[in-house]
C-alpha cells in the first residue's frame, strides 16, 4: 500500500443551505479534485457521502497545499461556507475511484480525526 493523505470532511451548517448552495460547494470540490489529479498525476477520488460530507486521496506530498486550496475552495463559496476535515497520513488501498470501497489506516485516522474535533 502506499502512502496517502486521505482528507475527510463535512459542510459546516449545512442544513441552513439551500440544495443548490450545497451542490455549489460540491462542484467547486470536484474542481479542485481536478486540479488535485494534475498536481500528483493520479486521481484525488473525491467522493461525497451522507449529503454534506466528502473524501479525498492526496498524495502525501500535497497535504500541506491540498488543505490550503480545499479550504479556500469552499470559502469562496459564499460568506457562511466552510468545511471542516480530518486529515490521515498512512497506508491507503483503493478499490476504484470511489473511497467508500477503500480502506487502509489512513482512511480511519481522518475520520476518527474529524469525528473527535469539535463541531464548533
Known sequence: METWAIFTGDIVKSSAMSRAELDAIFARLDDAAEALTAWQGQPARMTRFR?????MAVASAFTF???????ATVRRCGKTADTRFGIGIGPAHFAGNDLSRADGAAL??????LDNMPRA
Do not use: I
Open 51 to 55: 449529503g454534506d460530507g466528502w473524501q
Open 65 to 71: 497545499r491540498a488543505a490550503l486550496v480545499l479550504r
Open 108 to 113: 480511519v485516522s481522518s475520520g476518527h480525526a
